[in-house]
């Protein structure tokens, strides 16, 4: 059980960490949405370092908690149209 919840949790890094690299913010800069955007990525980006942290320390859980919560910041900002995203598996949109 251990090796299968370290490999989903590296997994759900890897994933967290493309999405990241994907997602373009889709309004101008300077404008509200843009800032909304930015605060959800600065989010996700928090996430992500918590998630690699806890995964450093063994903390397996919290790491995939982490990720997950990460993501969901990245996809809720997708859903809302404050991202512009490729079609694929890296969001749930």
């Given at each position: 059980?251990?090796?299968?919840?370290?490999?989903?949790?590296?997994?759900?890094?890897?994933?967290?960490?493309?999405?990241?690299?994907?997602?373009?913010?889709?309004?101008?800069?300077?404008?509200?949405?843009?800032?909304?955007?930015?605060?959800?990525?600065?989010?996700?980006?928090?996430?992500?370092?918590?998630?690699?942290?806890?995964r450093?320390?063994?903390?397996?859980?919290?790491?995939?908690?982490?990720a997950?919560?990460?993501?969901?910041?990245?996809?809720?900002?997708?859903?809302?149209?404050?991202?512009?995203?490729?079609?694929?598996?890296?969001?749930?949109?």
């Open positions: 059980m251990a090796a299968d919840l370290a490999e989903k949790t590296d997994r759900y890094c890897e994933l967290l960490a493309k999405a990241l690299d994907a997602a373009r913010v889709a309004s101008p800069e300077g404008t509200p949405m843009a800032a909304a955007a930015g605060e959800c990525r600065e989010m996700a980006v928090a996430y992500l370092e918590d998630a690699r942290y806890f450093e320390e063994g903390d397996l859980v919290n790491a995939l908690a982490a997950s919560y990460g993501h969901g910041w990245l996809d809720a900002g997708a859903r809302l149209g404050l991202f512009e995203i490729p079609k694929g598996h890296l969001f749930a949109v």
